[in-house]
């Protein structure tokens, strides 16, 4: 399902050293005015923090809902961008004593408390497990820090010894990027949680002092991956990643020279390169290169930026006075990426045994599309089915190698020519409109037993207005319950009405056709137990404003 980026503006409060709130920035709920003297610039964006906001606010509209995602089974994140001492940190962790307290096991949740601790909270292993009792639950951490294009494991027990040797390497040949020889902690609780941050945070502090205020330039991302397994062997896995950017501002500002301006140049390769994905990603145009591959930071989190995974940005702005050309910057970087499309799916392995009942079933799915178009006689190409099985066969052993890790087999399976799924769909779906209208415009040629006439679908109307008519022409005559059997011609008209897609309706047709009724006067969709797989979760998902429903039996 596409999911754009969502994009929160976060306004720091104005701290007692800092000058005056600047008086050019107008906060409004939905939109930021800058009152310029030549013409005022107009920022609009999802959510708009005024200084004020409260830690809380900020975990409920943004982190309470990717937490549930993140349990069911979608990767999520959120990136916290901006200037030096715009906030990020503090909106990820919390003030600065909040490592000293998880250390010295004083820490609690309290109105400063960031999104991270709170997830953790929220998240809660316990509560988790719980959930999840008839499945094996596993909870698992990482904790990295980007610098000077160099990844470094922050729970890397030897880390304060040895931390220039300890380079990571990212690995894109399984599904997704990974890195090679991370520390992946389980855990079991959420104070196993916390002392983990506080770990990782405490040799980040190391790092900084040995490297010269270090934390403002780099990046650290931590991770949460949760893998819930069946004993079919079925597995669901999903990911929730807090990036805490380097300060953005140090691009234009640094002024350096000979090994130092090298060493500058790399720090800032990340946040250059962040910004060249994000304008290749939210250019209008068709996108045609990505420029993934030129940062560690952009290349290790490929699938947040246009990818597998309901992302959000925080953008840590000031009004204060004299950070207004950091805000502007912030708040035009933040605009571009609010464009950008991520494709978020659920991320669920199925067992070998699953694989072969799926690809079963899509391939019955696909001969009764060929069917329905045959016995019609409406005519179709030929080749678009033989490519489509072939794509099917394909996928199939896509999915059992990546079952038993082979992902550059899986890969170089993938790079073979396909037929798009979606040009069957549409000839199917296009192809039977034409014999349903051809239907509707000449009754007459339709008068065998076994042709009904369908009444022209009425844009607008509902299911009723659009149902079939009764063999001899006449409208349809409903029983004393109000039903009326369809035979499959009748059915599919009525599917389509309500906008089912060709996938669904010969799901629903399948097998099934002389068995369903219509019935009126109901708020909703039902679908009860069939002897064959039915797509219920689809049914009661649909809006519940019609009049009538289609019932299965
Ligand atoms: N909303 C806020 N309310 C109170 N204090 C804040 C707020 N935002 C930030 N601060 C304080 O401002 C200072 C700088 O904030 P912070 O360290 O989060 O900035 P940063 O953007 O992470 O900077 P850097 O790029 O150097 O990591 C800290 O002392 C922090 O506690």
Redesign the pocket.
């Known amino acids: 399902m596409d999911n754009q980026i969502k994009v929160v503006i976060?306004f720091?409060?104005i701290?007692a050293f800092e000058e005056e709130s600047s008086p050019n920035w107008i906060i409004e709920e939905e939109a930021i005015t800058y009152k310029n003297t030549k013409q005022d610039e107009i920022f609009e964006f999802d959510v708009i923090m005024p200084?004020a906001t409260l830690q809380e606010e900020i975990f409920q509209s943004i982190m309470l809902p990717k937490i549930s995602f993140f349990l069911q089974g979608y990767n999520s994140a959120v990136f916290?961008y901006?200037?030096?001492?715009?906030?990020?940190?503090?909106?990820i962790l919390g003030?600065?004593s909040t490592i000293e307290q998880i250390l010295n096991n004083k820490f609690t949740i309290d109105h400063?408390s960031g999104i991270l601790p709170r997830s953790i909270h929220q998240i809660g292993y316990q509560q988790i497990k719980q959930q999840e009792s008839q499945q094996q639950v596993t909870l698992k951490a990482t904790y990295v820090e980007i610098y000077n294009e160099q990844i470094f494991d922050l729970l890397n027990q030897q880390y304060k010894t040895n931390n220039q040797k300890l380079d990571l390497k990212i690995s894109t040949i399984a599904d997704g990027p990974k890195l090679v020889g991370v520390r992946e902690v389980q855990v079991e609780s959420v104070n196993d949680l916390m002392e983990l941050i506080a770990f990782g945070s405490y040799n980040r502090a190391i790092g900084a002092t040995q490297l010269n205020s270090r934390?403002?330039r780099s990046h650290v991302i931590f991770t949460l991956e949760l893998l819930v397994e069946w004993k079919d062997k079925s597995q669901r896995t999903s990911k929730i990643q807090f990036i805490?950017l380097?300060?953005s501002e140090r691009l234009a500002k640094t002024v350096a020279k000979g090994q130092l301006l090298e060493e500058t140049k790399k720090i800032n390769q990340s946040l250059h390169c962040l910004g060249h994905c994000i304008m290749a990603l939210s250019s209008r145009k068709t996108i045609k290169h990505v420029p993934y591959r030129d940062s560690k930071l952009t290349l290790l989190l490929k699938e947040c930026l246009g990818g597998n995974s309901n992302t959000s940005f925080i953008c840590?702005v000031s009004a204060a006075l004299e950070h207004e050309e950091k805000t502007i910057q912030t708040l035009k970087f933040a605009q571009r990426a609010k464009l950008i499309l991520n494709k978020v799916k659920i991320n669920i392995k199925l067992s070998y045994e699953q694989i072969e009942k799926q690809m079963t079933m899509l391939k019955q799915e696909l001969q009764m599309m060929e069917k329905i178009l045959t016995t019609n006689g409406i005519k179709y190409d030929k080749q678009i089915f033989k490519e489509q099985n072939f794509q099917l066969q394909l996928d199939q052993n896509m999915n059992l190698d990546e079952l038993k890790g082979d992902y550059r087999k899986s890969k170089r399976r993938s790079l073979q020519p396909s037929s798009s799924k979606s040009d069957i769909k549409e000839q199917f779906s296009y192809r039977f409109q034409q014999y349903l209208d051809s239907q509707n415009s000449n009754p007459k040629q339709n008068s065998s037993p076994n042709s009904k006439r369908i009444v022209q679908r009425q844009s607008g109307g509902n299911l009723r207005s659009s149902l079939p008519c009764s063999l001899d022409g006449s409208e349809a005559e409903l029983d004393e319950n109000g039903e009326h059997d369809l035979n499959e011609a009748q059915l599919i008209s009525a599917l389509k009405s309500i906008n089912e897609t060709p996938r669904e309706l010969s799901q629903f047709v399948s097998g099934r056709t002389s068995q369903v009724k219509f019935h009126t006067q109901e708020s909703q969709y039902y679908s009860t137990t069939t002897n064959q797989t039915t797509n219920t979760e689809q049914l009661q998902d649909r809006p519940k404003k019609r009049e009538s429903c289609c019932q299965v039996f």
């Not at 901006?82 to 909106?91: E, L, Q, V």
Request: charged share 20%; hydrophobic share 20%.
């Open positions: 976060r720091k409060s701290l200084p916290a901006g200037a030096t001492s715009s906030g990020k940190t503090y909106t003030p600065e400063s934390s403002s805490d380097a300060g840590a």
